[in-house]
């Protein structure tokens, strides 16, 4: 099984332990609107490239609200998670492309769910995911700090440290420490929810919201 498909199974784990109105990390989504973007992602092209696409997501959203709003009970929201269990049809790039399109959009989703109530324990992950999402951090760096002004020096527990942007003019680096996943937890915008440290000037600091 592929670190994808594991985490899938983590997604799918996490949904079916919360009820259909559980809050999470996701504004103004309970867990059966984010089943319901995941299900839309993977069976509606159009969803599927509107989601690529940021102009075009009022669309997508309002077909989000439009599926979660048929979740009226606990049997209808059991058959919305199933079908994330089954997977995307044949068509779909995460057939082919998995830990690329899938692997981040699945491990955030599932600690959307989970931490959506609050602070939970992390999970222990294992040391290939661990590296998988490495690579997915550094992916998600080079478009969440593209026009930030610091640097920013990611460094994980271990000791491994990348910088991934470059200071422009006089602006300092900021170095940004935490797990591995705790730091695409805060790439992906999970700010509040992301246990992660910053060490630089305030000022430099504040520019990474």
Not at 26 to 39: K, S, T
Not at 87 to 110: I, K, M, Q, S
Not at 120 to 135: K, N, Q, T
Not at 154 to 179: I, M, N, S, W, Y
């Amino acid at each position: 099984m592929t670190w994808h498909e594991k985490e899938r199974a983590a997604l799918v784990d996490a949904l079916r332990a919360v009820p259909s109105d559980a809050p999470t990390l996701c504004e103004g989504w309970q867990a059966r609107h984010l089943a319901a973007h995941v299900v839309l992602r993977e069976h509606s092209p159009r969803v599927g490239l509107e989601l690529a696409v940021r102009p075009l997501n009022a669309w997508s959203d309002a077909a989000v609200e439009r599926r979660a709003a048929l979740v009226t009970d606990d049997a209808a929201y059991a058959e919305l998670v199933d079908e994330i269990a089954q997977g995307a049809p044949a068509w779909h790039p995460g057939r082919w492309a998995g830990e690329l399109t899938n692997l981040t959009e699945f491990y955030v989703h599932a600690e959307d769910v989970r931490r959506g109530a609050g602070p939970v324990p992390p999970r222990d992950l294992e040391p290939g995911l661990v590296e998988a999402l490495w690579g997915q951090v550094q992916t998600a760096a080079r478009l969440r700090l593209r026009r930030v002004p610091v640097g920013v020096v990611l460094v994980r527990p271990d000791g491994v440290r990348r910088r991934v942007h470059a200071p422009r003019g006089t602006r300092r680096a900021v170095v940004v420490r935490g797990d591995v996943g705790e730091l695409l937890l805060w790439l992906t915008g999970r700010t509040g929810a992301a246990d992660v440290q910053f060490e630089g000037a305030p000022e430099d600091v504040a520019e990474l919201g």
